[in-house]
């Protein structure tokens, strides 16, 4: 057993795709199989299950999933703290974002990064708030940028980008030449949300509840997975939607969208740098964190929407 063996297996697991998995790696379909059926000789236990539509881990091979991300990780931290020793910032970052934070903000902070430091790579994993905490916990990822906070004793947060909210609506919606509608306006229409392990979606529930309201009230006509969806969807007619003006902004400048405010009715998140409490990170780690808390004061300290989306 090695650690690039271990690495194509994860590959296999993550995308359910021996082919796709041989893309990634770039190496030949027949090698990574090859590679998932020495493990499984080497542990005497199926690990892959090969359906005609996915490969699908067995729970043999979920286990040793968990593990053999711990062992890349340590080595990613081994690689980075011997480059730290010779006075180099170099090595491979595994971190993670939920929607708004993974896909909006920390790729131009990423990018901030490597331009400093040119030997560092990065490998950025998206999900929801509560995937991102379960990836932590199991130290797949170093750290993540979620859009909620935990009660998880085991994982350390604090609060990093201030985010605002708006109701977003087509560009040729009824409401859309409007600056603000009424909250007994919105009751009726029909309203996309996002799926119950979001960040964005617990936000909304929270400032609903701190304006004496409740979803249950509302005309929920779809809930999808993600922001990208949601937006397809608000274009498509299918509803209106409280979306991050992070998430919108071009769609908004380019007139594909139109946002507008809800009287007396503010919609503020924020995101949280999250990490294992018990952990101490890597000197990599360590680097890209102040360099992220720095980035993140620019954020919150801009007072324009060109400041804001420059970072």
Known sequence: MDLWRLKIFCTVVELRSFSLAAERVHISQPTVSSHIKDLESHFGIRLIDRTVKEAVPTKAGLLLYEYAGKLLSLRTQTEAALAEFQGRVKGTLEIGGSTIPGVYILP??????????????????????????TQILQETIEIGVVGARTGDKRVAQRQLVEDEMRLVAPADHKWAGRPSISMDMLIGEPLIIREPGSGTLSSLKRNLSAAGESLDRFNVAAEMGSTAAV?????????????????????????????????????????????????????????????LTDSAALWNGGHSEKNRHSI
């Open 231 to 291: 937006i397809q969807g608000i274009k498509c007619g299918i509803g209106v939607s409280f979306l991050s003006m992070s998430a919108v902004s071009e769609d908004v400048e380019s007139g594909r969208l139109a946002m507008l405010k809800v009287d007396e009715f503010t919609l503020k998140r924020c995101f949280y740098l999250t990490r294992l409490a018990n952990r101490t990170l890597s000197p990599l780690c360590e680097t890209f964190v102040k360099f």
């Open 108 to 133: 131009r902070i990423m990018s901030a990064f490597m331009a400093h430091y040119p030997e560092v790579k990065f490998s950025l994993k998206i999900g929801d708030t509560e995937e991102m905490i």
